[in-house]
């Protein structure tokens, strides 16, 4: 919900939109992908954080160091398949 004095993080999702999976359009320090040529449906236009627009027109728009670390344990679901 958007409630006054809440994060405000919200997407802008296209659910008709098409896109091609590629290395070079996603921001990983890869430089493979193992999905590369698929094509994906339904894309996020614009992401906004805490009020600010992060994500739009496939850039990527944050300043260093505006983020917060928080540790976290290993996902179970992980590792389920792990002896």
Do not use: C
């Not at 996603?26 to 999905?35: C, E, I, L, Q, W």
């Amino acid at each position: 919900a958007i409630l006054p004095n809440s994060d405000a993080d919200i997407i802008i999702l296209n659910p008709n939109a098409t896109f091609q999976i590629t290395a070079e359009s996603h921001h990983s320090k890869m430089d493979t992908n193992v999905y590369e040529g698929w094509v994906g449906k339904g894309k996020v236009e614009v992401t906004i954080s805490r009020g600010k627009v992060v994500w739009e027109h496939d850039k990527l728009m944050i300043e260093q160091g505006s983020g917060q670390y928080i540790p976290m344990p290993p996902f179970g679901y992980l590792f389920d398949g792990i002896d």
